[in-house]
């Protein structure tokens, strides 16, 4: 499985754009990027995937490169409670759906 | 609808003890699996469960054994508590999102169960 590898930490102002960069370059073909975050000591939290389009929802925005080896989430109008360590993970589509592993993310920090 | 559900959420043990951490997740996932997180640290990746009677070991199964006798639950049993066992465990379900992107693998979790192993 590939490895990623996240900045320890960032930090945003509140209502700015949070763009949080991953680097992935060992993906393979049939990989997906994942995002979750950890609010304090909470379980993860499920944000976005994708395999090599951009992607959004209501949370936020996932660009890959076209090599795909990078990706970046970006969280439109960072509030104070998106104070959380995000996780960028790539995981094998198809059959063998079991492994997700987890690094130790980034520390994103909002200040007022 | 309660999601993935943990108990206990705190226990302290002994070393030498036995105890299950239980999981039961009400989604009708195929999925599950078992992490686990140290102070400051990433999640570690247990065991892990495709369905009902099938298990598999992930990056750090050594001390802990699972089952899965239903689609519904998957125990986490310790047998032997080590101080090295101190940590908080999360387990996670997930079902195959059916979109443009089919097999992608979306993971809901449970709120945690802290282990102290003195």
């Known amino acids: 499985d590939a490895k990623t590898t996240q900045p320890p930490s960032m930090d945003c102002a509140e209502g700015r754009a949070a763009n949080l960069p991953c680097n992935h370059s060992?993906?393979?073909?049939?990989?997906?990027v994942y995002w979750y975050r950890q609010i304090h000591s909470q379980g993860p939290q499920y944000i976005i995937h994708g395999l090599k389009n951009n992607e959004t929802n209501e949370m936020a925005s996932l660009i890959i490169t076209e090599d795909r080896k990078s990706s970046t989430l970006i969280l439109p109008h960072a509030t104070l409670r998106d104070t959380a360590v995000y996780y960028c993970i790539v995981g094998i589509r198809g059959s063998t759906l079991g492994r997700l592993y987890f690094g130790r993310g980034t520390q994103l920090t909002v200040w007022p | 609808n309660a999601g993935v559900t943990q108990t206990p959420k705190f226990r302290i043990l002994k070393i030498g003890q036995s105890m299950t951490l239980q999981c039961a997740q009400d989604m009708n996932h195929n999925y599950m699996y078992w992490y686990r997180q140290d102070p400051g640290m990433g999640l570690k990746l247990i065991y892990y469960s495709v369905g009902a009677g099938i298990t598999d070991k992930g990056e750090v199964p050594n001390g802990y054994n699972v089952s899965r006798s239903t689609t519904e639950d998957f125990p986490l049993r310790l047998e032997l508590a080590a101080p090295s066992q101190t940590s908080v465990y999360f387990c996670?379900?997930?079902?195959?999102?059916?979109?443009?992107?089919?097999?992608?693998?979306?993971?809901?979790f449970g709120a945690g169960s802290r282990l102290t192993v003195l």
């Open positions: 996670a379900s997930s079902y195959v999102m059916i979109t443009g992107q089919s097999g992608a693998n979306v993971l809901t």
């Open positions: 060992t993906i393979s073909g049939n990989e997906y």
